[in-house]
């Protein structure tokens, strides 16, 4: 990542702070229209956390955050883009037991009525007491 990171040159970090900006732009105008956004924190469950994943190889676990990296940050990065509070929540799980989340955003400085609404909505529903199955 930091070997990336050091080939970037500068005509390449001007367009992306400018494009991060129009982003950042952009939603400030739809989160300034409500409240909250509700929105999924992910297209897909969590992947599995095998126990070989826990205290195995460390290569092992890269591996089985690398394909799921690309899609695990797709919802949420945008919020950490444009600098703007998120806080995400169980709401469901696949078939196969493994958990879905929700991710609810805010306009900046809006930290505490997030925790609000995250807090109303864990109350509302029981997904928080909720757990997959684990093998002991």
Do not use: K
Not at 1 to 21: D, H, I, K, Y
Not at 116 to 130: C, G, H, I, K, L
């Amino acid at each position: 990542m930091l070997a990336g990171g050091a080939a970037v040159t500068p005509e390449q970090l001007t367009a992306a702070r400018t494009r991060r900006a129009a982003f950042t732009a952009q939603l400030d105008a739809v989160l300034a229209t409500v409240d909250v956004l509700a929105g999924p924190t992910s297209d897909s469950p969590a992947w599995p956390i095998t126990h070989a994943l826990q205290v195995g190889p460390l290569d092992e676990y890269h591996r089985a955050w690398n394909t799921a990296q690309p899609r695990s940050a797709e919802f949420t990065m945008p919020m950490d883009l444009a600098g703007v509070p998120a806080i995400c929540l169980p709401c469901g799980f696949s078939p196969e037991g493994l958990p879905y989340s929700l991710q609810f955003t805010g306009r900046r400085l809006s930290e505490a009525m997030l925790c609000r609404v995250a807090f109303a909505y864990e109350q509302a529903t029981d997904w928080r007491s909720r757990h997959p199955a684990v093998q002991a």
